[in-house]
């Protein structure tokens, strides 16, 4: 509507159990903490998620990969 963005989730939160797969969220763009867009088939911004795959053990990563299958490096 010009003031908000909706957005559909589509993996399954981990720490918000309020939100389930397909939930609608309505949100301003003062409300966003960690966004990411595609060029090239690669994603462009998720520096939150980059910090955290760092963190991850190998296995981990793996089992993200799985979730989000396009290139974070």
Sequence with gaps: ???HYTA???SDPKLLTDFAIGTEVRFSLGDVVEW???RDDKVVGA????VLRKRM???QRAEH???YP???D
Excluded: C, K, L
């Design 57 to 59: 053990t190998p296995e």
């Design 47 to 50: 520096q939150v998620t980059r």
């Design 1 to 3: 509507d010009g003031d």
């Design 36 to 38: 990411h867009y595609f």
């Design 65 to 67: 990969d799985v979730i």
């Design 8 to 10: 559909v989730v589509e």
């Design 70 to 72: 396009f290139p974070f």
